[in-house]
Structures are given as C-alpha cells and as structure tokens.
C-alpha cells in the first residue's frame, strides 16, 4: 500500500465492486431516482415490532441480496463492515447478528458508507481481507425519534432542515474479478467551523467536504478536470451551494456541473424534503445504484465518491456544543 | 494547516446569507387563522357548556378537557402533526398543543414499555412547562402574600 | 351581530398571541419546548401585574385557549389560594385551578397510546 501526500491512500492492489445493492423507502421511491433503486419497500415497518428492528431488516435484507448477486454465503464474507445513526449502531449490528460474518461496526453519521469502503479496501488491498460487505443504512423513523422530536408532534422544519432518507446501500468489495475498481481512499479530518443549528447539517459538513476533496486532489496531483463527476453525500441543496462558494473563494476549480450531491438528488422539491436527504443511508444508496450503475454502464469512468458525517449527539447539541464534521472520498474507476 | 479560506466568523456571516428565511407572510397568516381557529372553537364549547348549566369555575375546566381531547384524538389518528407543519405556532400554542405534546411521546415510545417508554416520555415537552408554569405561580402567590397587607 | 362578536372576539385575539409564538419561530432559534415554556411563564407574570385579566374578559376563550391562558388560570388560582388558605395556598391554588386541564391531558395521553400505534410521517 502505498500514501500519497498527507491523507490519501493509493491502493496496490485494487479492490473491485463485486456486487452492489441499494434499496430505498417508500418517499424515496417516489422520488427522481425511484427507477435506478434495486428494490423499493412497500412498508416502512417492514412487517417488524418496531422502526429500529425495520431499519435492522432492511440492511439484512440488502446485504443478504448483495451476497446473492455476488453468488456468495454469508460464511464467504471476510468482514462486514458498517454502521447506521441509531445509539450504538443497533441496526447494523442486529443485522450483522443475523448474517453471522465476521463484524466491523463503524460510526461516521453520514459518512459512514465512503468510511467503510476507504477501510475495506485498505484491508483487501494489504492482503488482509479477500472480500468486505460495505454498508450503511438510516430510517427516517428511527432517526427523527432519537435526534429530533416525536413523530406525531406537530412541529414546523425550517428551510434548511434536511429529511433522514430511509434507505440501505450495500457494496462487496472482493480482492479479485471484475467490477468498478476503487484506486484510492482519502481519509478525512474533523473539522468543525462552528456551526451549532443543529438543523443545518448542510452548513456544518461543507467544510470538512471541502478539506477532503482539496486534500485529495492534492495528494494524487489530479483537479477536478481529471474526474467525469464528484459525488458528495448528503449536503443538501444549501450546503452543495456552500462548497461551491468555498472552492471560489480558494481558487478550486470545482465546475458546479460536475459536482451531484445524493441528498439534494433523492428528492424532487415537491416531495417537500427542504434541504435535501440526509443520513447514512442516503449516499449509501445512491452511490450504490445511481452511481456504480452509471460508471458500469461506461456513462461515467471516474468518479470521486465522497460520504460527509455531521458529528453531533443529541447530548452534545443540548450542551451548546457546535458540530464537527467529517468526510472520506474514495476514487471510483470504470473496468 | 487549516485550507478553509473562510474563518469561522466569515463562514457564519457566509452561511447565513446562503440560507433561504421562512416565507414570513405565509406563516403568520396561518398561524392567525388556525390559532383563532381553534379558540373560537373553545367558545363554541365554552358556550354549550353554558346550556349543560356548568358554573363559572367548572365551565372553564369543561372546555379545557374538551380541546385537550380533540388534540389527544387527532393527534393518535396522525392529523395533528400536519396541522401542525401547516400552521406551527398557530397548533402548539393553543392548549390542543400542549394535549399534543403529550399524546405524541406518548405514542411514539410505546415499545419502550409502559413504565420508562410511555410514562416517563408522557413528560418530555409538558414536564418543562408544567415545571415552570407552577413554580411561577407560586413565585407570585408568595410575593402576593407578602405584599397583601400592603396592597390593601 | 350580538351572538357572532365573542366568536370573532376570541378567533382574532386568539390568533394574534399565536402570531406572536410564530413570530418567535421564524425569528429566532428557540426551540418549541423553550417557546411553549415562555408563553406559560409570560401568562403568569402578565396575570399578576393585572394586564392578562382584562385580556380575558375581552376575549374569552381566545385569551384562556393560548399557554398564556394557562399560566392566567395558574397565577390566579394561587391569589385565590392566598386568599383563601394563606400562604401556603400559593402551593395549593394554581395546580387546583388547572387540574383539570392537567389530568386530561394525562388521562388522554395514556389512552391514546394504548389506542394508537406510531405511524410514518407522509
């Protein structure tokens, strides 16, 4: 394995997308994306007790499809590596109970899907791993109960308030075979300009975005030119608005083009989501069929891939605290 | 090394340019016609209690309870929240809004038991207001008391 | 006209105290707890300096409907209590005054979730 300047790592040997999966909610699957979802569910309780026992069945039922597509077991799967926004990562880890792999339960809010790949494929490509199961996945009900108010009261979001995205994305990464190949992984830093809206996820996350992204053009010596599109995860309409003025303002090129954020993508503006989708699950999925299907189309062959994470906790935000945030960007390259 | 160009006071005034304001006419009209909605409402209750022959103490408690059934009722069949988004301040301030940050707790962490799910979370929003609502009022019957002599 | 006026007396009064909660809403980041908690403390304060009583004869339901209302019914169940009990009815009139609306709202809440299940945001 080898580094490139200060955050990014070049992998050797590497790893390929053996299979992907990415599955999305009821609102999600009205949305402009709703033909690109590998599956779309028909209840949002899954048929389960409760919203944190529904989003546990929804990633174990994407995982477990992934694995089908890739025409492996359970018993296969080196690792799986992944997690969701409930208190200890609840969700992933019931599910992972379920799958019987070998488990990593990651936390990066939002982040946590571009996290899981940026380490998976470390792992392959040091010869740790032959393959990884990478996933996340968040639940609007499970979310909003935990970091925001109960579902039945009757409350108004401002405009920059973004909606949790009930949605599940899942990608192998094997160390051999063919499928889209991840070329390097940049590993971001917490930085926190503070931002204490606790609504404005957006605002909070654009810099850490724009740390990681600056960070890995300039660690593999490439510009935004060298890319047919840069991903983000889960800006939202304002906060994509805002890394385009902070690339201005630092003299980035950053062609507003060629930069497609998941959250402010998932919905159109009639389904009233104000800022944009939010949550593990959103970029997870997207990236997972939206993206993969287009670079394996040969539409797109290079894609930068970024997952950015509004660190806070209810407990933080109620102490006044402002929020960190954080963001991984991996390198997506068509065969 | 920091690459952010802006500090964290230039990224705040930036950030507050960028993000859009609440439609504000829109919202105070909604909040008045809801709002005045609902407490016409409590006197058309108010003025039925007075044909069921209730007192000038009891008539008061009568409407109350009423409204606070309504906003319990609708806030279980899942209308309430929509009233809600649709009219903010016009739904939470009546009392209906206080019956409805009560109910919904309530209902939301059900599968959290009876004891820790239910009856503690019945509190969360009404425990602050309740708390501060009677020590207030204590506040003004002892300062009342102490000053009566005077006052008369 | 006669039997219309208390209506239209509480639906504008009514609407205008939510206006002023809307106002805090858009204009500011408080929170709907901190809101709510404000309106019934404001009722209280506004009742004992005598300016929420006038409000209410006005008005009627459209002054006791609002949290304000609440905090009105609070402060004057504890003059009451005073007058009555001394001193210690500071203590014991402003939660007998508003038991009602307190127990319903208990009694209510209890037997909605027994009723109702939580359901998805649409």
């Known amino acids: ?335 | 090394m920091s690459r952010q160009p802006y500090t964290a006071g230039q990224y705040q005034h930036l950030v507050s340019r960028v993000t859009p304001s609440s439609r504000m006419l829109v919202g105070y009209v909604r909040a008045f016609w809801v709002g005045g909605a609902i407490c016409a409402l409590g006197q058309l209750i108010s003025a039925w209690a007075e044909t069921l022959k209730l007192g000038e103490v009891t008539n008061p408690m009568f409407t109350t309870s009423v409204l606070i059934l309504i906003g319990t009722t609708l806030t279980g069949l899942g209308v309430y929240d929509r009233i809600g988004k649709y009219a903010g301040a016009g739904s939470a301030i009546p009392v209906t809004g206080f019956a409805n940050s009560v109910a919904a707790p309530a209902i939301e962490f059900q599968r959290e038991g009876a004891i820790t799910g239910v009856g503690a979370r019945l509190f969360t929003l009404a425990g602050p207001v309740l708390a501060y609502g009677i020590a207030s009022s204590v506040l003004v019957g002892v300062i009342y008391w102490a000053l009566r002599g005077w006052l008369l | 006209m006669e039997t219309i006026m208390p209506f239209l007396k509480a639906f504008v009064v009514g609407g205008l105290i939510c206006c002023v909660g809307q106002a805090l809403i858009m204009n500011t980041k408080l929170t709907n707890a901190r809101i709510l908690v404000l309106f019934v403390v404001s009722g209280v304060f506004l009742t004992a300096l005598g300016l929420y009583k006038p409000l209410v004869d006005f008005a009627g339901a459209g002054a006791t409907v609002p949290l304000t209302g609440f905090g009105y019914s609070l402060a004057m169940g504890a003059i009451e209590g005073v007058n009555r009990y001394g001193l210690i009815g500071a203590f014991v009139g402003g939660v007998t005054r508003t038991a009602a609306g307190i127990t319903a709202a208990v009694v209510f809440g209890l037997i909605n979730a027994l009723l109702f299940k939580p359901h998805m945001k649409t």
């Open chain 1, 1 to 335: 394995m080898s580094r490139a300047g200060g955050q990014t790592i070049v992998y050797e040997n590497p790893p390929v997308i053996a299979a992907h999966r990415g599955v999305a909610g009821r609102k999600e699957g009205q949305g402009p994306l709703a033909e690109w979802f590998d599956a779309i569910l028909e209840d949002d309780l899954l048929g389960q007790k409760s919203w944190e026992l529904a989003e546990s069945e929804m990633v174990r039922r994407c995982a477990r499809d992934t694995l089908d597509a890739a025409g492996l077991s359970a018993g296969g799967v080196d690792a799986v590596l992944g997690g969701d926004l409930n208190n200890q990562i609840i969700a992933t880890t019931f599910a992972a109970k379920k799958l019987g792999a070998p488990f990593l339960g990651l936390y990066g809010a939002c982040s946590t899907f571009v996290e899981a790949l940026t380490l998976g494929a470390a792992l392959i490509s040091g010869g740790d791993l032959r393959n990884a199961l990478c996933c996340a996945s968040s639940h609007f009900c499970t979310a909003e109960r935990q970091f925001r108010f109960p579902l039945e009261l009757g409350t108004q979001r401002p405009p920059q308030a973004s909606w949790t995205a009930t949605a599940c994305g899942c990608a192998l990464l094997s160390g051999g075979g063919h499928g889209i190949q991840v070329t390097s992984g940049t590993l971001g830093r917490v930085i926190d300009l503070n931002i204490t809206d606790a609504n404005h996820m957006g605002a909070a996350m654009a810099p850490a975005v724009f740390d990681t992204l600056t960070a890995h053009l300039t660690d593999t010596r490439q510009s935004a030119d060298d890319y047919d599109l840069i991903v983000t995860g889960d800006l939202g309409w304002i906060g994509r608005d805002l890394l385009l003025q902070l690339c201005r303002k630092a003299g980035v090129d950053m062609p507003a083009d060629k930069l497609v954020d998941c959250g402010a993508s998932l919905y159109s503006q009639a389904q009233d989501p104000h800022a944009g989708g939010s949550g593990c699950g959103c970029v997870a999925s997207v990236s997972c069929s939206w993206i993969m299907k287009r670079i394996e189309s040969g539409e797109l062959s290079r894609v930068l891939l970024s997952g950015s994470g509004a660190m806070l906790s209810p407990t933080s935000s109620q102490q006044g605290q402002s929020i960190p945030g954080i963001c991984y960007a991996v390198s997506l390259e068509g065969e």
